[in-house]
């Protein structure tokens, strides 16, 4: 897991402008912090920093073979099996690393390489024999890669602040920017990544930068079919499937964990994982989970939290036999470091559970430096309440996105530009337009499968940046099973019925897990991640709100209504509604805070 940049310009000598190159490269260095480099020629100029988890002695980057240099983040977690194809084919290695088989893939099949590969990745690969620079990203985007086209060629990082370094790109915001920010959570347009010029490579796509421009093209997408198998052959081929990619996805140099809640998916995840270092002789798995001083005793069981991880996970550990360590988080832990998700993100973040994840990557990176999680498995196999309550389900929008708006609190002349709600109706027609179709399926049916493909296209790309972020800006490598992309392609066309078997939401995962786990875990329902449970940490947002509202001219007021948001606020400091899906009570005026911070410190100018 890495950091990558590059700048390829066709109208320049880029020998002479390594110091650029450097700089966008230093801000990779904490998804990096091993080893980094820069590679220049003629026309382009790529930048790396490492991360050390496959061959540490090796695989050092850019890495370059005949005429191609490749930056590359992330793992190939089928590298074995590709490396000895390759050599079939008369390729030969000087390394152990999945780096240079990647390289070599591309040697071997050109862009057709990213049809070969299981794994997560984001990568540039620089082929001077066809002056051409090649930009791909994993199917289902677990590793992020951010470009900006320029007249003459290409700006590209795996996270915005590579690109914002160099010195000819300024942090702007037109109204479609602003419209993309004060959205609901996970409605973003795939592909726009709110700067003005910066495009976010859309998961499953690759870009060919040469002398012609950017050409963007898609190699991978979820199609409907139908299902043949019954019930009992389904959970057969999860469970193989999940076997199997958890045991790819423990190959590891370094120390691994993983995460572990106690709920169901980091339950089976972990079984798993155990199970497959035992297999291979490796010490017993050690396992992380997150709570909030005052969390026991302040629990309150609601629809999103029906119960307590901790007594969960502390179980769930037992039973596998992993040594958990659980992080205790205070208040103060939370205000101290507030304004580090903003910095991994480079935009604004909804306070204390971005913090709070932060926190808990950087202590375990204190032991670890892979850990595997189980994100993405409630948007496979249909985990979040959307997916039945029928008044959510017959919403014309994203089902996550009903009764929520920022648009009351905004200046009028914002909200006469950005037009919120006409926007978001527009979003929800285009996604709606992408979801493929299986003839002679049922309304129901077919309103499911829609919500389904919109939770992977939407609602996961939030999280999987969320988690990227936060756990790569303490050089954390985190990996997620349940984004095998063999694994999504497969369930995405299980019926409904199926995926609920026994009446329960995610059935079926339930099923294909019988014998991993005791029954109290196996059939423990969903319960959402924690936010902050101190009273204090409401206290000290409230009072940064209250003094920034005290602040008439705050470059926070230029978007927002200092007036409407003081209204507001007078109501209630939690600031109800503007938000559809609120994370913790004072998500939104962390969200607000984080804004005021954003424009100031990234000197963002609004176009």
Same mark, same amino acid.
């Given at each position: 897991m890495c950091g990558i940049t590059g700048w390829v310009d066709f109208g320049r000598d880029l020998r002479g402008e390594r110091a650029a190159i450097e700089a966008m490269t230093a801000t990779m260095t904490p998804r990096g912090p091993d080893a980094g480099g820069v590679w220049c020629s003629a026309h382009a100029a790529i930048g790396h920093r490492r991360l050390s988890v496959i061959d540490l002695p090796c695989g050092a980057q850019p890495m370059a073979a005949d005429d191609a240099v490749l930056t590359f983040s992330g793992e190939i977690y089928n590298y074995t099996e590709l490396r000895r194809e390759l050599i079939a084919h008369g390729h030969s290695f000087r390394t152990q690393s999945d780096t240079e088989v990647l390289l070599r893939s591309y040697l071997q099949w050109g862009r057709d390489c990213v049809h070969h590969l299981n794994g997560m990745f984001a990568f540039g690969l620089w082929d001077a024999s066809r002056q051409e620079l090649l930009l791909a990203r994993d199917r289902l985007g677990v590793k992020p890669l951010y470009y900006a086209a320029r007249p003459d060629g290409v700006l590209f990082g795996s996270e915005p602040k590579a690109v914002l370094a160099h010195p000819g790109f300024r942090a702007e915001v037109d109204a479609?920017?602003?419209?993309?920010?004060?959205?609901?959570? $996970?409605?973003?347009?795939? $592909?726009?990544?709110?700067?003005?010029?910066?495009?976010?490579?859309?998961?499953?796509?690759?870009?060919?930068?040469?002398?012609?421009?950017?050409?963007? =093209?898609?190699?991978?997408?979820?199609? +409907?079919?139908?299902?043949a198998d019954d019930l009992a052959a389904t959970a057969a081929t999860v469970r193989d499937l999940l076997a199997d990619t958890v045991r790819r996805q423990t190959v590891a140099d370094v120390p691994l964990c993983s995460l572990l809640s106690g709920g169901l998916d980091s339950s089976v995840v972990s079984a798993l994982a155990a199970d497959s270092l035992g297999r291979r002789d490796r010490a017993k798995l050690a396992t992380f989970s997150v709570d909030f001083e005052g969390s026991a005793d302040a629990f309150q069981p609601d629809l999103l939290r029906p119960s307590h991880d901790e007594p969960?996970?502390?179980?769930?550990?037992?039973?596998? $036999?992993?040594?958990? =360590?659980?992080?205790?988080? =205070?208040?103060?832990d939370l205000v101290t470091a507030q304004w580090a998700p903003l910095a991994a993100h480079d935009l604004p973040t909804m306070g204390d559970m971005w913090t709070s994840a932060y926190l808990l990557f950087r202590q375990i990176r204190e032991q670890s430096t892979v850990a595997l999680s189980g994100e993405s498995a409630d948007e496979v196999f249909g985990g979040y309440p959307w997916y039945r309550v029928p008044a959510l389900l017959a919403a014309p929008t994203f089902p996550w996105a009903v009764g929520g708006s920022w648009e009351p609190l905004l200046q009028p002349s914002v909200r006469a530009d950005i037009r919120l709600a006409q926007y978001a109706a527009d979003q929800y027609s285009s996604a709606l337009a992408e979801v493929p179709r299986l003839d002679g399926?049922?309304? +129901?049916?077919?309103?499911?499968?829609?919500?389904?493909?919109?939770?992977?296209?939407?609602?996961?790309?939030?999280?999987?940046?969320?988690?990227?972020?936060? =756990?790569?800006?303490?050089?954390?490598?985190?990996?997620?099973?349940?984004c095998d992309h063999r694994l999504v392609e497969y369930v995405f066309n299980v019926p409904w019925a199926m995926k609920e078997s026994g009446g329960i939401e995610k059935g079926l995962l339930r099923t294909a897990a019988d014998g991993l786990l005791p029954p109290e875990l196996l059939q423990r329902r969903k319960s959402s991640y924690p936010g902050a449970a101190d009273p204090a940490y409401e206290r000290a947002v409230s009072a940064q709100l209250r003094e920034l509202l005290a602040t008439p001219d705050a470059p926070l007021f230029d978007l927002v209504s200092r007036d409407r948001l003081g209204a507001a606020y007078a109501r209630d400091p939690r600031l109800p509604g503007v938000m559809s899906v609120q994370p913790s009570a004072m998500a939104p005026a962390a969200f607000l805070l984080d804004v005021n911070r954003w424009l100031t410190q990234y000197h963002v100018t609004i176009r």
């Open positions: 479609e920017g602003l419209a993309e920010l004060f959205g609901q959570a $996970g409605t973003k347009t795939p $592909g726009h990544a709110i700067y003005r010029g910066l495009t976010e490579l859309r998961p499953g796509t690759v870009a060919v930068v040469g002398r012609g421009g950017v050409r963007v =093209s898609a190699y991978w997408s979820l199609d +409907a079919r139908p299902h969960y996970a502390r179980a769930a550990a037992e039973h596998i $036999g992993a040594r958990h =360590s659980t992080v205790t988080l =205070s208040a103060d399926e049922g309304p +129901a049916d077919r309103r499911i499968r829609e919500v389904l493909y919109l939770g992977l296209t939407r609602w996961l790309p939030f999280l999987l940046d969320r988690k990227d972020r936060l =756990s790569m800006a303490t050089g954390l490598e985190v990996r997620v099973p349940f």
